[in-house]
């Protein structure tokens, strides 16, 4: 490299060896960067400890040439190198020559993970394969040292291994190889053979001189190529990414005519160095110079100069001087005005930190209010559940209120906590607690829900006690806060486990131990853009599937961990599941006095946390909620939250049977499978919302005439249109009264009954705009086209008239049932009647021509018909149309 850098002397080169070590080379390689190098030359002593650092370099936009060996990566510029696989290849033809195709190889390779060692050991064993008289007896590492060589060879020598031939990876492990096959005159190794060929006096070619190796490969360095292609990065000239070095077999015929041949030249290189040197010192002695001449130069300007300037300065002096007395005026009036305007914004800060300060004492002052009520609220409650004068329904009614009155109480408290907290006046009860007890109670709060939902919900810990101090309140709610994402983001059948170990300090010094506890589900996961948010106040990352929430429980989570001394962290793969970690130091150290009570109770949250997880489970229908209503009205009810269903169907279950559906897809769904007679639907659900669960129905032909009522908590008049302009019928506010909701579902049924009674009775079949939308309307049309355009085909059947319009014979039938409360067949006769009507006014036919034409069988079939249809025979219309 040195000689070559000779002919470029815009180039400066820097060179450090790390001595076999991969840290010695990172190291280095991280100081060459602090240090502001253009380019890096590496031969990395490892091919994978390497790899991340030359990315680094190479990703920080310096160019990287990797010579010798390879990295794990293709972020580097050139690669220049001998084909390591080929030698490999050579050295295996080389011995099968020796061997006369039959015999033992003992392989010293190289350092174990570098490419070399790899791309040779690869290369011999797949040109091997075609001489399987051929055995590859042992391959071991020899590291590229002598020493390390010695040492394996010792080993090797004194057992019992046979072997012919030593492939050494390069010439210093195969000459340490024969030196030990000659210190203990052993039969084996009777070849070796080595890589390198260098050509000094204690290298490769000279060891084939001495016939202490049979030959060995050579493997060029490539310096010279390396500060060739440096060059040509720096000048921007096309270079190739992949240079390949030649090799060669250098053995007993060709080994001394090789020594000869790079003694000129490393003669010639001495030569080359002396004369670089004398111009070295000649180009230093022209630069002495010239920096003298410019020196003087540049002395006698700057004295020129400064003569200038100082008659300049002097005559400038006085200008000056008056532009800044005006200047230090302007800005002591500036001064001024921003003393004012400071004194304004203290008062407004002031104004709106009163104001804050009063909204929070509002808030608090509101949330203390709440509990009372609630208190006397959730005693009597508890007291009526108890007794057992009151029917199951009424008990049920009960049941509805206690667990609703809980939530509300736990959101109360949820906000109590973040009062207090904003105030920093919460304080820390700590006690020691067996955490291993604490997570199986906890545990014993969702089991209901676990079994319910068939989701595998286990504690896991190696520890059969694990004494922690923790205040038990906080970590109840904490564990609650993750338990309940866990189980709203796992689907039925899923897994949940809480693992609990101890574990030693990220940062040793600080605690000696802590305890490390893990609540990892199955489920949906959570995105990576929202995990650096997650812990945020207000945050939800589920705003796609519109979960609800306060988005304060994580982030409360938080802070009463961070209360302990401790963290909380979260991991999470979308699609695979989310793993929350607690850690809490061990010991009390970390705490103060007044935060630890020695003696503390037991406080009782399982009863309160089992009635909360009723809002995660999955409630079916009652089976024989749907055999008791099977001749009534059907109603479909897409609602998301549990309760809201359950009081729908208590208000209506007595007068229509109830079907429930937990989101708009599977509202969707049931509304194909049992096309009710009417939809109450939430707007707010996962999944799919209310809307596009109404804009589906009614423009699907098969669901557009069902009646839809949407109920939501957003009453403004905005959403309101907005609920009316996808299609739907009704739109209830909440919270709703139950009165108001059977009254609105009785009305739109009537109303629904009167349309099919219109259908059933008019003659003419003229839609009014106002009873049908814009579907039904079509539909009816083009069924009544269908079947006049068939009108004389008796054999028209309910499957042609199915085929033709794209439906079921079971979805045809429910459809005209429900607009026109007649069958199939019961509609297509009074199409056909209809068409009657007119031939009987104008054709003056017949009846008996009318009767077949219209498609009936017979005329007294079509008299029979008529008479039903329209309380008169067909001459007695006729007879009363002729009438003047």
Request: proline share 3%; net charge negative.
């Amino acid at each position: 490299m040195e000689i070559e850098l000779a002919f470029f002397p815009n180039m400066e080169l820097s060179v450090k060896d790390a001595n076999d070590n991969n840290e010695n080379q990172i190291r280095q390689i991280e100081e060459f960067l602090k240090e502001g190098i253009d380019l890096l030359i590496v031969s990395p002593n490892e091919s994978e400890p390497i790899t991340p650092i030359v990315e680094k370099v190479f990703k920080s936009g310096i160019p990287v040439i990797i010579i010798d060996r390879r990295v794990n990566t293709q972020f580097y510029t050139a690669y220049i190198g001998g084909n390591n696989y080929r030698i490999g290849q050579e050295a295996g033809a080389y011995a099968a020559r020796l061997l006369n195709g039959k015999g033992k190889i003992l392989e010293l390779s190289g350092l174990k993970g570098s490419s070399p060692a790899i791309e040779r050991h690869n290369g011999l064993v797949d040109f091997l394969k075609n001489y399987p008289d051929i055995q590859i007896v042992k391959s071991v590492s020899g590291e590229w040292n002598w020493d390390k060589a010695r040492e394996v060879m010792l080993q090797i020598v004194g057992s019992t291994l046979e072997f012919d031939l030593v492939f050494a990876h390069n010439d210093v492990m195969a000459r340490e190889a024969y030196n030990v096959l000659q210190e203990h005159g052993t039969r084996n190794g009777k070849y070796i053979l080595g890589v390198d060929g260098l050509a000094r006096d204690d290298a490769g070619i000279q060891y084939v001189i001495e016939k202490k190796l049979n030959a060995t490969f050579l493997y060029p360095t490539g310096g010279e190529t390396a500060i060739q292609i440096a060059n040509k990065i720096f000048t921007r000239q096309a270079f190739e990414k992949e240079n390949i070095l030649p090799t060669m077999v250098i053995d007993s015929t060709n080994a001394q005519i090789l020594k000869v041949q790079n003694s000129q030249v490393e003669l010639l290189h001495q030569k080359i160095e002396k004369q670089k040197s004398i111009l070295d010192l000649q180009i230093s002695k022209n630069q002495t110079q010239r920096l003298i001449l410019i020196f003087l130069i540049s002395l006698l300007v700057l004295i020129a100069a400064l003569v200038i300037l100082t008659f300049k300065a002097f005559q400038n002096k006085k200008l000056a001087n008056q532009k800044l007395e005006a200047k230090n005026h302007e800005i002591e009036k500036q001064n001024i005005a921003i003393l004012e305007q400071r004194d304004k914004l203290v008062e407004v800060s002031q104004q709106l930190e009163e104001a804050t300060q009063a909204k929070l004492r509002f808030f608090t002052n509101i949330s203390h209010e709440f509990r009372t009520p609630l208190t006397l609220i959730k005693g009597p409650l508890e007291n009526l559940m108890q007794s057992e004068q009151y029917t199951a329904e009424q008990q049920n009614q009960f049941k509805l209120m206690h667990r609703n009155t809980i939530r509300l109480l736990r959101l109360v408290n949820q906000l109590m906590d973040f009062r207090k907290l904003e105030n920093k006046k919460m304080e820390l009860a700590a006690s020691e607690i067996d955490m291993i007890a604490f997570l199986q109670e906890t545990k014993e709060s969702f089991s209901s829900l676990a079994a319910g939902r068939n989701v595998e919900l286990s504690v896991v810990c190696t520890e059969k006690q694990l004494p922690v101090w923790f205040d038990r309140d906080k970590m109840d709610k904490v564990l609650f806060n993750i338990l309940s994402n866990a189980f709203k983001f796992t689907s039925d059948g899923g897994k949940i486990t809480i693992l609990a170990n101890k574990v030693i300090p990220m940062m040793p010094g600080i605690y000696a131990e802590e305890v490390q506890i893990e609540v990892r589900d199955t489920g949906i996961g959570i995105a990576e853009k929202h995990l650096d948010k997650i812990f945020d106040r207000f945050y939800q990352a589920g705003k796609s599937h519109v979960v609800k929430g306060t988005g304060l429980g994580l982030n409360l989570s938080k802070e009463f961990v961070e209360m302990h001394r401790g963290r909380i962290t979260v991991k999470s793969s979308e699609g695979k599941g989310t793993s929350f970690f607690i850690y809490l130091p061990l010991g009390n150290q970390h705490l103060l006095p007044d935060e630890m009570v020695i003696d503390e109770a037991e406080q009782e949250h399982n009863l309160d946390n089992q009635i909360l997880t009723r809002d995660l489970a999955t409630d079916e229908i009652p089976s024989a909620a749907i055999e008791e209503g099977k001749n009534k009205p059907v109603i479909l009810v897409v609602e998301d939250v549990s309760d809201v269903r359950e009081f729908i169907r208590m208000s209506l279950g007595s007068q229509y049977q109830i079907i429930e559906a937990k989101n708009g897809k599977d509202g969707f769904d049931k509304a194909l499978e049992e096309e009710p007679d009417l939809i109450i639907s939430d707007v707010m659900m996962p999944v799919m919302n209310g809307l596009e669960l109404t804009r589906q129905l009614k423009t699907d032909m098969k669901t557009c005439h069902i009646p839809i009522i949407l109920l939501t908590a957003k009453a403004a008049l905005e959403h309101k249109l907005e609920g009316l302009e996808e299609g739907a019928d009704s739109y209830i506010p909440k919270p709703f009264n139950s009165r108001h909701l059977q009254v609105r579902v009785k009305k739109l049924l009537e109303l629904r009954a009167k349309i099919r009674e219109h259908y059933k009775d008019r003659l003419d079949f003229q839609e009014k705009e106002s009873d049908l939308n814009r579907l039904d309307k079509k539909f009816l049309s083009k069924i009544t086209q269908i079947v006049e355009q068939n009108i004389g085909n008796e054999d028209l059947s309910v499957d042609d008239l199915g085929h033709k319009l794209g439906m079921s014979r079971v979805h045809l039938y429910r459809k005209i049932k429900k607009l026109t409360d007649m069958s199939v067949s019961e509609f297509v006769t009074s199409v056909k009647l209809r068409k009657s009507l007119e031939l009987l006014r104008n054709s003056g036919q017949t009846i008996a021509e009318i009767a077949y034409e219209v498609g009936f069988s017979s005329p007294s079939y079509f008299t029979r018909c008529f008479k039903e249809q329209f309380k008169m025979s067909p001459s007695e219309y006729q007879n009363q149309k002729r009438e003047p």
